[in-house]
C-alpha cells in the first residue's frame, strides 16, 4: 500500500472508492509517449520557474523520507531563500511544494503549472496548492502565502523566462478551502484504512475511472448507463438513485433527448438505427469531394518564432480526392519541416488541391474549421481562398450523429470508435502513431531534436501514414454509410 499523497486525497473528494483502490492498489493504466511527453513538458516549466529564484536548492531525493530530511535542514538554514520539491510528511500524508520562498513572515508555497492563465485560477488548480499547504503546516511550516504560476498568453519564443508566467495570489481561497480539507482528511483516511472498498456510488467522473470496468458498478455491465451519450450528471443520478446502472433496464418514461433515446432504443433491441437523414444528408455532397484531415503540434513553451503557448500550429494534411463515393482518383498530403514554421507552405499546397469546388469532407468540422480560420487570420491574402475552403465543409461527424447509431459505438462517435464497428478492414491498431496525442508528441520530440536522422525519417513515415488513414477512413465510411441508407425501405 503507497502513501497518502496529493492524487489520492484529491481523487477520494470525488469518490472514496477510486481513493481506495489508488490507495490500495496499482494503476493498471500504462504510460503512453503522449503521457510522457506531457510530463516532461511539466517538468521544462518547473525548470524555467526556478530560474526566477536564484540561489534556491533543489531537493532532489526520491525517497519521501530522505527528501523530508533534507527540506528540514534547508529549512532551517537562513542561507537559503528557496526551496525547489521540498518535501513535507504529517499526519500519514505525503507532498511535494514546487517552490518555497522565505520571506520575514513566514513562507510562501509557489506550485508551477503548465497551464495558461485565466481570469479566474481553475477549482482544481486551488485545490491541489490547498493540499500542499495543508500538509506542509501539518509538517510544522509556517505558510504565510500561496499562488500560482500559471504561463502567460503573451509569451513567446526568446523571451526571457520571467514573461514566461504569470504569479496569482491565491492564498486567500486556499485560507477557505483548509478547513474542509481538514475535516474531509479524517474521513477519507478513516475509509481508506479500511481492509475492503467503500460501497460504490454512479458520478459523472466514472466515464474517466480506470477501476469502473473492472473492480466498480461497470464491472459485468455490457452497456452502463455511463454510455449514454451526453447524459447530463442529475439524470445520471437519478438513474442510480432507481438502482438503474445498465442501459437495457433504463424504463421507456425516463426523460431523455432524441439523441440518447436513439442510443438507448439501439442497445435495447440490439438494431442499428437507421434515421430518415441519412441519405439526404450523405448525398448532399457535390463531387469531386476532398476528405481533409489536419494534424497540430501545441506545446507550453512554443518551438517556433511568434506562436503563443499552446497554440495549435497546423503540420501536416491528407486529402483524398473522389470523383464519385468510394472511387478514389488522387491523394495528396504535406508534413512539415519540423525545424520551422510551414503553415503558410502547408496553406498555398491545400488551397491548390482543393480547387474551387466541391465538397471537403471532414469528421468534427469544428477542429478543421479552427485550423483553416487561424491560416486566414495569419495570411490575409490567403483568406478568401481559405474561407471558400470553410463554406464547403461537410462533417461526417454530424451525419452520423443525426441518423446513425450502433450498439458498439458505446455513446461515442469518435471516428475510432466509428470506423471499426463498419469498416472492418481499416484499423489504427498496432499503428506506431494511431491517435492525435500520439502525433502531436512525436512531432514536438522531432522538432526539438530528440531523434537522430533515420529515426526522424521512420517518424515522418509513421506520421504519414497515420493522417492518410484518417482521410482514406473517412472515404470508406461515406461509402459504407450508403450501402446502409440504400439498403432501407
Known amino acids: 500500500m503507497h502513501g497518502f499523497t496529493k492524487q489520492i ?15 490500495h492498489g496499482e494503476s493498471t493504466e500504462p504510460t503512453s509517449d503522449a503521457d510522457e511527453f506531457r510530463m516532461e513538458q511539466g517538468q521544462l516549466i518547473g525548470e524555467q520557474a526556478r530560474l526566477l529564484c536564484p540561489g534556491g536548492v533543489l531537493v532532489d531525493q526520491r525517497r519521501p523520507s530522505d527528501a523530508a530530511r533534507l527540506t528540514a535542514r534547508l529549512l532551517a538554514d537562513p542561507e537559503v531563500p528557496a526551496i525547489f520539491e521540498a518535501a513535507f510528511q504529517g499526519d500519514g500524508c505525503t507532498t511535494r511544494a514546487d517552490m ?6 513566514g513562507w510562501t508555497v509557489k506550485e508551477v503549472k503548465s497551464a495558461l492563465v485565466t481570469s479566474e485560477p481553475p477549482v482544481e488548480l ?14 510544522g ?3 504565510a502565502r500561496s499562488s500560482l504560476f500559471l504561463i502567460s498568453r503573451d509569451y513567446r519564443l526568446g523571451m526571457p523566462p520571467q514573461n514566461l508566467f504569470v504569479e496569482i495570489d491565491v492564498t486567500e481561497a486556499v485560507e477557505a478551502r483548509l478547513p474542509e480539507f481538514a475535516a474531509k482528511l479524517e474521513q477519507i483516511q478513516a475509509i481508506l484504512s479500511q481492509p475492503e472498498p467503500p460501497p460504490a456510488s454512479l458520478i459523472p467522473a466514472c466515464r474517466s475511472c480506470e477501476f469502473f470496468a473492472t ?14 451519450p451526453r447524459l447530463h450528471r442529475n439524470r445520471l443520478a437519478a438513474l442510480a438513485e432507481q438502482g438503474i446502472f445498465e442501459i ?14 436513439i442510443a438507448v432504443a439501439s442497445i435495447q433491441t440490439g438494431r442499428e438505427y437507421v434515421g430518415p437523414s441519412l441519405s439526404g444528408d450523405l448525398t448532399n455532397v457535390d463531387f469531386p469531394a476532398a476528405y481533409l484531415d489536419f494534424e497540430t503540434v501545441a506545446t507550453a513553451i512554443p518551438l517556433y518564432p511568434g506562436v503563443a503557448p499552446y497554440e495549435q500550429v497546423t503540420t501536416q494534411f491528407s486529402v483524398h480526392i473522389c470523383d464519385q463515393p468510394g472511387h478514389v482518383v488522387a491523394h495528396h498530403e504535406f508534413l512539415a519541416d519540423p525545424s520551422r514554421d510551414c503553415r503558410r507552405e502547408l496553406a498555398e499546397n491545400l488551397l491548390a488541391i482543393l480547387g474551387n469546388h466541391g465538397s471537403v469532407i471532414v469528421y468534427h468540422a469544428a477542429f478543421e474549421r479552427g485550423q483553416l480560420a487561424r491560416l486566414a487570420e495569419l495570411f490575409p491574402d490567403l483568406a478568401p481562398g481559405l474561407n471558400v475552403v470553410i463554406a464547403r465543409l461537410v462533417d461526417l461527424e454530424v451525419v452520423i450523429r443525426r441518423g446513425y447509431y450502433a450498439p458498439a459505438f458505446r455513446g461515442s462517435f469518435s471516428i475510432k470508435r466509428v470506423l471499426p464497428v463498419l469498416v472492418q478492414n481499416l484499423s489504427y491498431k498496432g499503428l506506431p502513431i494511431g491517435d492525435g496525442d500520439t502525433a502531436v508528441a512525436k512531432f514536438a520530440r522531432m522538432s526539438l531534436g530528440q531523434y537522430d536522422s533515420d529515426q526522424a525519417a521512420e517518424i515522418r513515415s509513421q506520421l504519414l501514414r497515420y493522417c492518410r488513414l484518417d482521410t482514406l477512413a473517412m472515404v470508406e465510411l461515406h461509402g459504407k454509410l450508403l450501402e446502409i441508407a440504400a439498403a432501407q425501405p
Request: aromatic share 8%.
Open 100 to 105: 518555497l520562498v522565505r520571506g520575514n513572515g
Open 9 to 23: 486525497f484529491l481523487a477520494s473528494r470525488d469518490c472514496l472508492r477510486q481513493g481506495w483502490y489508488l490507495q
Open 126 to 139: 486551488v485545490d491541489d496548492v490547498s493540499y500542499t499547504v495543508m500538509v506542509a503546516r501539518k509538517a
Open 248 to 261: 437495457l433496464s433504463v424504463p421507456d418514461a425516463f426523460p431523455l433527448s432524441d439523441a440518447q433515446r
Open 215 to 228: 473492480e466498480c458498478l461497470g464491472h459485468n455491465l455490457e452497456h452502463p448507463i455511463t454510455e449514454i
Open 141 to 143: 511550516l509556517p505558510v
